[in-house]
């Protein structure tokens, strides 16, 4: 069991540019999250996956984010127009249904210059 | 909506010696909530401590041991007698309404010193 992986575990992007993180759930987990780490915002809630299916996207901002989830075994989130406040950790997450405990992955550093 | 509240940011501790860390919450949900700690060890990822859904419960994992306080909405964490590896990140955290959102706190850093 390799864990919830993602890539790239680095990324430097400039301003305006897009951004595609991915997320490889552990395998057999029906429930995809993902979450976005800032030092002023903490650990904040973005998107929720079950089955494939979009649940939950309260946490998403409005414009240039969106996720998708075309097979059972990833998913991304891409970010358009990147801009400096983009910059943060972005965590994704499994687990085996909605009501069960979460295993994250090691998180994307995204910095946007 | 819900909130989690740490109100120490970095706890230096020495070996051997007792830990808490502070946790209060507000849930704006019909009933209780779910309530976690996790933990990030330098250079590992978030992995979950532990967790107790039974307000008036405790729950313990690796000497640690929190109890879900619902008059106080509180859920500390303790520690008899800190280890060097016990040096992380902490987060606390709940899980209302529909049990899959997880609202953290803002963490608190431990430095054990040896």
């Known amino acids: 069991n390799a864990g919830v992986i993602q890539t790239p575990r680095h990324k430097v992007t400039g301003k305006g540019q897009e951004a595609t993180l991915w997320c490889e759930p552990i395998?057999?987990?029906?429930?995809v999250f993902w979450y976005r780490q800032t030092i002023v915002q903490g650990l904040e809630f973005l998107t929720y996956?079950?089955?494939?299916?979009?649940?939950?996207d309260s946490g998403m901002p409005k414009e240039r984010f969106s996720a998708q989830m075309p097979n059972q075994s990833h998913s991304t989130l891409k970010i358009q127009s990147t801009q400096p406040q983009d910059s943060a950790v972005y965590l994704c997450?499994?687990?085996?249904?909605?009501?069960?405990?979460?295993?994250f992955g090691s998180g994307t550093r995204l910095l946007v210059i | 909506g819900d909130s989690v509240t740490q109100t120490e940011g970095q706890v230096t501790v020495s070996e051997s010696k007792s830990l808490i860390i502070n946790c209060t919450y507000s849930?704006?949900?019909?009933?209780?909530?779910?309530l976690f700690w996790y933990v990030r060890y330098p250079g590992e990822g978030l992995q979950l401590l532990l967790k107790v859904i039974t307000a008036g419960q405790k729950g313990s994992s690796r000497g640690f041991e929190a109890t879900y306080n619902k008059e106080a909405t509180s859920f500390h964490l303790q520690k008899a007698s800190v280890q060097e590896s016990d040096s992380a990140v902490y987060y606390c955290a709940l899980a209302s309404n529909m049990g899959y959102k997880l609202t953290f706190g803002t963490g608190t850093s431990l430095l054990v010193d040896p």
């Open positions: 849930a704006t949900s019909i009933g209780y909530p779910n």
């Open positions: 997450a499994s687990s085996r249904d909605s009501n069960s405990d979460y295993t």
């Open positions: 395998s057999g987990h029906s429930a």
């Open positions: 996956f079950r089955n494939q299916a979009p649940i939950d």
